[in-house]
């Protein structure tokens, strides 16, 4: 493929104006169904309560730490809501609500932040990896799965969520020039938030835009404005299909904001400037479609309501569900380290359980 | 007919890929190449490219793909090509193979070989001998063999490829062209058992890989000196065989462990405390090791300074003090 056809847009793609308004349409992206758009909405307003309230539970002990994704939520949906039933999602710990948002339980996508085990969803039901914190390690995985269901004949994609922080990591690229090789059907997506933890993208990457690493690699790339839900599924949605038809990797970079800090743990006034953070809050993903689909009549009042009502709710599961401390068998620590359990596990087994019958 | 080590493995792969439409072997220069050591030789020409193929040049690579294949059922079967060059890779390895049945709680498993010629003793450059065997058998979630006869070669990796488990196989690059007979049956389960190789009275050396040939010389070399010499051969690195190597230093009362690999830290260390901890009793002298130097692994016309001889094991030996006196250890 030429440089010309995989070269990103030359602005990131965008539907919507911060102020909700209709911008002219880049080339090659179709705009979202409405139903798709009122789902999306729905989703955001429910991933923006749950991420207050899984913060609000570190305050109380509940959880041990989280990774807010406020000001995210255009991303975390749209990942969820590109992807079919039989496709991979490979979350990092920052994609709870992208977890949420594809179908995952509150008590199952909080169990690694809780501290109870590494995951709380068995990925082989769910087609969602593990919660990954190394960085874009995973992104590896995510090449290798995509190509082995396109070697098995499944019509099946793996997305890959990433930071801009990951970009600079060696598995990112070595994940990019391997999939691209093998043109396995997979979306490396990248939420380019502008910090990694206290890191700002300036001294991250000198590249203008991460999308044009995909040029190098011989993959399609595309940049599109990640505060913009209606974009950001055009492209993804756009981005999912390419791969899926066998026409090789894309790889989709989403400017975006981090609302919050890099968790409960860190202070961002250390690193950063209110006034920067009050001009991204300006861009607030949620209020820029609830006024685009208000006033194409496409989203009432009532509608609003009742998805802040549902979310509401859903915030009561949440702390039901973290407020109840489920029991942890200490013994559980042997069950999985091997298929074939070993003499010496064995041995450290029967250890343990003798001390704790004392 | 004599085969040497690397067509013992190279048996094994083929064997494999016939029984098991899943396995598959890649890596950098394993196709038309057949490998840097021609353990694959052929195999893609006999096999097609789908089963043999070969990848970009990136280890970190080679292994986070193969995580992902497997997760997508099948059965990677990946060479590093050297032990150093391996290190890249190290994260996928201990952060991502030897975890993902633990952090999926078994609900994902990764059956996957990351075969590793390691050692030296073949006047390889720098970075293409060493023995990075302790990096790996620290790792819980692995396991990490190391054959030191071709029959074992083609046994252990035959096992290897069929273990639910992720294996580490390190491959003694000096022994690649060692030849014996090999059976191309199996000659029964090898992983998880040491073997001993030779009977002895006085006692055991504790060897692996490619000391298992040196260790056995050392014992022929022994009979002058009037000692019988027991030689193990653990093969099975991780987990370890308690039951093979303290059967044996029971019955002899005294043990050395001998390994290539720098032994601050290393293995030996831990082979030392298990049979100290398992035997005292019956112990006549301190465990011994005789190791490489702690230093990085030399320059090729060196390197006979650091690996471990027959001399300096019979020294070692030696320093047992045959007949019950005291010793004095780390002299």
Redesign the interface.
């Known amino acids: 493929m030429s440089v010309k056809t995989l070269l990103p847009s030359a602005t990131p793609v965008r539907f919507l104006a911060e102020d909700g308004s209709r911008v002219e349409l880049h080339e090659g992206y179709a705009e979202p169904a409405e139903d798709r758009l009122k789902a999306a909405y729905r989703l955001m307003v429910l991933g923006r309560r749950f991420d207050v309230q899984a913060t609000a539970l570190t305050k109380q002990g509940r959880l041990a730490v989280y990774p807010s994704s406020a000001g995210q939520e255009a991303c975390q949906v749209a990942a969820a809501l590109t992807l079919q039933d039989d496709d991979w999602l490979f979350p990092t710990y920052r994609d709870s609500v992208a977890l949420i948002a594809r179908g995952l339980k509150p008590g199952e996508v909080l169990t690694l932040l809780r501290g109870d085990?590494?995951?709380g969803y068995?990925?082989?039901?769910t087609r969602v990896?593990?919660q990954c914190t190394?960085l874009a390690?995973q992104?590896?995985?995510?090449?290798?799965?995509?190509?082995?269901?396109q070697?098995?004949g499944e019509d099946a994609v793996?997305l890959a969520l990433i930071g801009d922080g990951a970009t600079s990591e060696?598995?990112f690229h070595?994940?990019l020039?391997?999939a691209a090789?093998f043109k396995a059907p997979a979306v490396f997506f990248v939420q380019n938030n502008r910090y990694a933890i206290s890191v700002p993208f300036e001294k991250q990457s000198a590249a203008e835009a991460l999308a044009y690493k995909g040029v190098g690699y011989g993959m399609r790339a595309e940049q599109v404005d990640g505060n913009d839900a209606v974009a950001v599924l055009a492209v993804l949605d756009d981005a999912v299909r390419h791969a899926r038809e066998g026409r090789g990797p894309v790889l989709v970079e989403a400017h975006t904001y981090r609302i919050d800090a890099h968790t409960n743990a860190d202070d961002a006034t250390r690193y950063r400037e209110a006034e920067e953070v009050a001009k991204w809050r300006e861009a607030d993903p949620l209020r820029r479609l609830e006024t685009y689909l208000k006033d194409r009549n496409a989203l009432s009042e009532p509608e609003i309501e009742l998805c802040h009502a549902e979310a509401e709710e859903f915030a009561q599961t949440v702390r039901d569900t973290l407020n109840a401390e489920p029991e942890l068998d200490p013994m559980?620590l042997f069950?999985?380290?091997?298929?074939?359990p070993?003499?010496?596990l064995e041995a450290q087994r029967a250890a343990l359980e003798a001390e704790l019958e004392v | 007919m004599t085969t040497t080590m690397a067509q013992a493995l190279n048996a094994a792969l083929r064997d494999a890929l016939k029984d098991d439409d899943r396995v598959l072997v890649f890596g950098e220069d394993v196709g038309a190449l057949g490998g840097v050591f021609r353990v694959t030789d052929g195999i893609t020409a006999d096999f097609g490219e789908n089963r043999c193929f070969d990848t970009p040049l990136a280890e970190s690579g080679i292994v986070g793909f193969a995580v992902g294949m497997a997760m997508g059922g099948f059965r990677p079967v990946v060479e590093m090509q050297f032990d150093a060059f391996a290190y890249p890779a190290f994260e996928q390895i201990t952060s991502h193979v030897a975890k993902l049945r633990n952090r999926t709680r078994g609900a994902l498993s990764l059956p996957m070989v990351i075969r590793i010629p390691y050692a030296g003793g073949i006047g390889g450059v720098e970075h293409h001998c060493d023995s990075s065997e302790a990096y790996y058998t620290h790792t819980p979630g692995l396991r990490v063999v190391t054959p030191g006869t071709a029959q074992d070669a083609y046994d252990l990796l035959r096992d290897a490829i069929e273990s639910p488990d992720p294996v580490v196989f390190l491959e003694p690059k000096a022994r690649y062209w060692s030849g014996e007979e090999v059976t191309f049956t199996r000659t029964g389960p090898a992983m998880d058992k040491a073997v001993v190789r030779r009977h002895g009275k006085d006692v055991t050396l504790i060897a692996y890989g490619p000391m298992v040939a040196t260790a056995l010389e050392t014992a022929e070399a022994a009979k002058d000196e009037g000692w019988d010499v027991e030689v193990v051969d653990l093969r099975s690195l991780s987990p370890f065989d308690d039951e093979t190597v303290t059967a044996s230093v029971r019955r002899t009362g005294r043990a050395v462990v001998v390994h290539e690999a720098a032994g601050f830290g290393g293995y030996g260390a831990e082979v030392v405390a298990r049979v100290t901890e398992q035997c005292f009793h019956q112990l006549h002298a301190p465990v011994l090791r005789v190791t490489g130097l702690d230093i990085p692994y030399p320059a090729p016309k060196l390197e006979r300074h650091t690996l471990p001889d027959v001399d300096r094991i019979l020294d070692t030996i030696a320093r047992l003090q045959w007949h019950d006196t005291p010793v004095v250890a780390g002299a």
Do not use: W
Not at chain 1, 122 to 125: D, F, H, K, R
Not at chain 1, 335 to 340: F, I, L, P, S, T
């Open positions: 085990a590494h995951c068995n990925p082989a039901e990896a593990p190394p390690t992104t590896l995985h995510a090449a290798g799965l995509a190509h082995a269901m070697r098995k793996a060696g598995d070595e994940a020039n391997f090789v559980s069950d999985h380290v091997y298929a074939e070993t003499r010496q």
